[in-house]
């Protein structure tokens, strides 16, 4: 029993820390459609809205919060969801030189490809973000990772998260 005991955690760990981004054909899986759609609806019933930044995550037990970052010609709003909240938090106005490091931060999301871990219980994420042009909105990248956390070879997929979570961390501060 010991000896199959050990031959898991061993397959796991293999599993966990030796997961890859793969540019791959296959459609990485939705994390929360429900948020998606609520990001979309806040999006295109803003006409001033110009982009806008979105990270879903789910997971078997929990998750690790919703965000969603909406940039107008006139201010950017961040949109929070606790962990197992149903509902968006109070949204808060975000100063304009947090909103530049910001986007500096998650520029990065344009060289990464979609991670998988190959983890069986975690938290999966998946970032997206939106422009509108001429009118129109417009899904400028999504990225499914799946708890590039806890893999070496996920380190600047999870960067790209936690420039959210030091976004929402910095206004509960103010």
């Known amino acids: 029993m010991r000896a199959l005991a050990s031959l898991f955690c061993c397959l796991y760990f293999h599993s966990t820390c030796y997961g890859t981004p793969k540019a791959s054909t296959q459609r990485a899986p939705l994390v929360q459609p429900h948020w998606k759609k609520q990001c979309l ?5 803003k006409p001033q809205a110009t982009g806008a930044w979105g990270l879903l995550s789910s997971g078997g037990w929990s998750d690790s919060g919703q965000f969603f970052v909406l940039e107008t010609s006139k201010e950017a709003i961040l949109f929070y969801a606790k962990p197992g909240s149903t509902s968006w938090d109070s949204p808060q106005t975000i100063p304009t030189p947090l909103l530049q490091e910001f986007k500096k931060g998650i520029n990065l999301a344009a060289t990464l490809a979609p991670f998988f871990s190959h983890t069986f219980d975690g938290i999966e994420y998946e970032f997206f973000s939106l422009q509108r042009e001429k009118g129109l909105t417009r899904s400028t990248q999504e990225l499914y990772m799946n708890n590039p956390g806890v893999s070496p070879n996920g380190a600047a997929h999870h960067l790209l998260i936690q420039h959210f979570f030091t ?4 206004l509960a501060s103010h």
């Open 41 to 45: 609806a806040l999006f295109t019933k």
């Open 167 to 170: 976004l929402q961390r910095k």
